[in-house]
């Protein structure tokens, strides 16, 4: 957030060149498709700032207003991965653009287009220690896929139509596509960054009759809302006629990691293979999926048969994928329709391929016993991890009437047991994906509940979110906000109470926009028992293990979401959790459920 000293004590009552061009580039933004503007306040950004507040008023953008940079990034990135579109966000100079690299990373390591428009002072202020004033060019490294060092506007009436000009253009890159609107495969979607000198006087009065109007006949906002519809001719699909063919013939498993999408699931199907699909592909679903890949991969007679392995998108939750790739006699496949690294555990992959159709014969015997013997213990070992049914008799009989009264006291007993039966984590994650509809949205944060719902959970189409770039804990709510004001649906974010307290900035919310429908479950075990589950607990001591890895916390999160106006109710039982879960969801709540360590 900006310095408030360098804020004018009294307004400018003259033009401003820096609002005209601050107006002319959001409008730019507008025509080009982009629907939302997040806004960290600051001095040296107020011309983009109040332009934005003038688009929302004519209902040409949704606005919203973050006073942590940290949590506008990650807001901006939730926007964008759920609504397909590229997000501004709009910063002022010095460390408030430093506060977005968490955000850029990952929204370079995921492929999610994500416009940085970062005020700053005129090139003549740099390396001489002005105030707030700091190298901003080149801040990202590689990170971006565009970056425009823009002088400061000086009134030349050409300079509207340049950041209009720039708008598309920043647009068009961050998407992934050239001017015509094609996709580009390298480097792909991902973020961009504006950097943009302002001078005095910093800002005038705003005002437009009309607001600007979508371009619909250009190419490259053409291209977006297809995408953004889910045409299937509107994007690069991993699984297109187009691809290179996959041969029958050696034992197969496809692999779906984060952001491979529903072309996975089909490629699977149309080759007869076994897939494995974690949780945030978007292909956890369908006939051939083998959720219990972990055991399988070390189990004799499956792992150790695989002769090729396909993978889509970025596995991440495991360490069976990354090995079965690099083991000697697996021929291992990757395909990725963009991007600028591939996935490549060891450096030992071989072949890469942008599009990829399995070879269209029928599946033989033996490929169709191949795939059967994955689905099939796969769903033994996930049956043999639920709770035992009770084998009691109700004690009623076929007329409804209790026959066996003692029968029945013994049932109804099992039955209020199970209800008040404390939650664990398979418990949590069984229940929320039963709680989420096809048309909800739900996040994962990057914690242990994500890798057990994917041990556990059965095929589904759900939409499922996360960041798993660089699956770090960063900005989790804020990018949960983000796909819950995009999607205009129930959303429901899993994640552990580090996670939460991380990113607790981001429960704070602007007054001016709609509250969200999303429902925070928070899985409290007191500190970061993920760490328990490596090698490091087994061999540092337990005292400085807690200290610096598990790092401790009784943080009160009733009164946390107390002070941020945030609904709050707790789950320690089942029936509390079935209770909690298939409440309405209203607005922004917490739902905090105690586990064991």
């Known amino acids: 957030m900006a310095d408030a000293s360098t804020v004018p004590s009294a307004p ?39 332009a934005a507040a003038e688009l929302e008023r004519l209902g040409a953008i949704r606005l919203h207003v973050r006073i942590d940079e940290r949590g506008a990034g990650f807001l901006a990135l939730g926007l964008a991965v759920e609504s397909g579109r590229p997000a501004v966000v709009v910063v002022t100079s010095g460390t408030a653009v430093a506060n977005l690299h968490p955000a850029v990373l990952e929204a370079h390591h995921s492929g999610v287009p994500l416009i940085v428009c970062a005020a700053d002072r005129p090139a003549t202020m740099r390396g001489i220690r002005a105030n707030q004033t700091t190298l901003q060019p080149g801040i990202f490294g590689g990170s971006v896929r565009l970056e425009r060092d823009v002088p400061a506007p000086v009134g030349d009436p050409a300079e509207t139509d340049a950041a209009a000009r720039l708008a598309r253009t920043a647009v068009a890159v961050s998407l992934g596509r050239d001017d015509r609107g094609e996709p580009s495969a390298h480097p792909g979607p991902g973020p961009v960054h504006l950097n943009l000198q302002f001078t005095e006087p910093l800002s005038s009065a705003v005002a437009l009759e009309s607001a600007p109007v979508v371009d619909e006949a250009d190419p490259v906002v053409a291209a977006m809302s297809a995408a953004a519809s889910g045409s299937p001719a509107a994007s690069a699909s991993p699984d297109a006629p187009h691809g290179a063919i996959i041969a029958r013939g050696p034992r197969t498993v496809v692999v779906a990691g984060a952001g491979a999408g529903p072309g996975a699931e089909q490629f699977a199907r149309d080759g007869g293979w076994p897939l494995i699909a974690e949780v945030t592909s978007g292909a956890h679903f369908g006939p051939n999926l083998v959720v219990a890949y972990r055991e399988l991969l070390h189990e004799p007679d499956f792992g150790d048969r695989v002769e090729r392995v396909v993978v889509f998108g970025h596995p991440t939750l495991s360490r069976e994928v990354p090995a079965l790739m690099q083991r000697s006699g697996v021929e291992a496949i990757v395909v990725a329709p963009s991007g600028i690294e591939w996935f490549n555990p060891g450096r030992r992959v071989r072949r890469f391929e942008r599009a990829v159709r399995a070879e269209p014969q029928p599946p033989t015997p033996e ?76 996040v994962f944060g990057a914690s242990r509940l994500i890798r057990d719902a994917d041990r556990a959970v059965p095929g589904r189409r759900i939409t499922v979110h996360a960041n798993r770039g660089l699956a770090g804990i960063d900005g989790t709510v804020a990018t949960a906000l983000g796909v ?114």
């Open 484 to 597: 819950a004001v995009a999607s205009g649906a129930v959303t429901r974010a899993v994640i552990g109470d580090l996670t939460l307290l991380h990113d607790v900035g981001s429960l704070l919310l602007d007054a001016g926009e709609t509250r969200p429908r999303l429902q925070v479950v928070v899985g409290n075990d007191g500190g970061g028992t993920i760490f328990d589950s490596l090698e490091v607990a087994g061999s540092a001591a337990e005292t400085a293990f807690d200290r610096v890895q598990y790092t401790p916390q009784a943080v009160d999160l009733s009164a946390l979401a107390t002070a941020y106006g945030w609904g709050y109710a707790r789950a320690t039982t089942r029936g509390e959790l079935s209770d909690a879960l298939g409440a309405p969801v209203e607005g922004p709540c917490l739902l905090e459920v105690p586990l064991p360590r």
């Open 367 to 442: 490929a169709r016993e191949w795939l059967g013997r994955w689905v099939h213990a796969s769903r033994s070992i996930v049956d043999a991890g639920l709770p035992q049914a009770v084998g009691l008799q109700s004690g009623i009989d076929e007329t409804g009437h209790v026959s066996d009264y003692a029968a029945q006291r013994e049932y109804m007993r099992a039955q209020l047991a199970a209800v008040r039966a404390p939650v664990t984590r398979r418990m949590l994650v069984d229940a929320v994906w039963a709680a989420t509809w096809p048309h909800d949205r739900l």
């Open 12 to 50: 400018f009552d003259g033009r401003s060149p820096a609002s005209d061009a601050a107006l002319a580039l959001l409008s730019g933004f507008v025509r080009a498709g982009v629907r939302d503007v997040v806004v960290a306040p600051g001095s040296r950004s107020q011309a983009l700032a109040l």
